[in-house]
């Protein structure tokens, strides 16, 4: 099962990356989280604490790793057939909820675009984990699809847009859907975060109603997932929560799919 969730900043996908990770380790599936926003803090969603998450290096940002990689020896020329699985064993960290991290950084298009050496390291990891591994792969992804890329998008089972019912949040989650279609994506399932009432969820439905978007689940407002956040703690240790509850729900239904 490989899934990328993917919306507006602010509307909470981190956290419904990091539910899913750990419904897919709960149900006995080892599972790999990708952390690809460009302001990472999976971390702290799936349990570390701001200490060690500062310690992570990202895969763009290590050097040394880098260089090893894909250095010739020649300014401005890159080797770009190099293997990746040490990069899984060595720099994925594992979190108390037992979901692997991988800190990527930056991610640029896997397609097309630069072709500096950090990204075609990001590139061929990204490729590996969602194209090779026999393992649940989670992906929390800035706003927008390019940096999945016309070569593996059709390899990920599902994109998950999520959304709240402000407008400028529910028409970036339309871009999204057009990017991803237009990349080859088929699986595009809207996700309506923070619902505080019938109203919001109107809304929500409504918009993927016009716009041919397939709407897959609500997740209810909820302070307690606001507290946990003002503490420093994850909610997802407690499945009292509902929308913690709603989110291991998502992971029964994307699993139960025929994706």
């Keep these: 099962m490989k899934i990328a969730v993917s919306g507006k900043g602010g509307v909470g996908k981190t956290l419904i990356a990091g539910g899913l990770a750990r419904g897919f380790v709960t149900r006995g599936i ?16 799936l349990g570390l604490t701001p200490e060690q998450t500062r310690k ?51 991610v640029y298009s896997m397609g097309a675009g630069c072709m500096c050496a950090p ?9 590996y984990l969602v194209v090779e591994q026999n393992e649940a792969v989670v992906m929390d992804l800035e706003a927008g699809v390019e940096h999945i890329g016309r070569g593996t998008a059709r390899q990920v089972d599902a994109l998950l847009i999520v959304a709240d019912s402000n407008l400028k949040s529910l028409e970036i989650a339309k871009h999204i859907h ?43 407002f909820d302070p307690k997932i606001i507290e946990a956040d003002m503490l420093g703690e994850t909610p997802l240790k407690n499945k009292e929560i509902p929308a913690v509850r709603t989110i291991d729900n998502i992971c029964e239904l994307l699993l139960n799919k025929p994706l």
């Design 178 to 220: 057009d990017l991803a279609s237009a990349a080859g994506m088929n699986q595009l399932f809207l996700v309506g975060n923070r619902v505080m009432n019938d109203a919001q969820k109107d809304a929500i439905q409504s918009f993927a109603d016009r716009n041919g978007i397939a709407l897959l689940s609500f997740v209810p």
């Design 30 to 45: 080892k599972t790999i989280a990708i952390d690809a926003d460009s302001s990472p803090n999976l971390g702290l969603t």
């Design 56 to 106: 992570i290096v990202p895969i763009s940002e290590n050097k040394q790793l880098v260089e090893s990689k894909t250095s010739t020896g020649y300014s401005g020329v890159y080797n770009l057939n190099f293997s990746v699985d040490d990069i899984v064993r060595q720099y994925s960290v594992p979190t108390p909820l037992g979901v692997n991290l991988i800190v990527m950084g930056t």
């Design 119 to 127: 990204n075609a390291v990001i590139r061929a990891l990204l490729r």
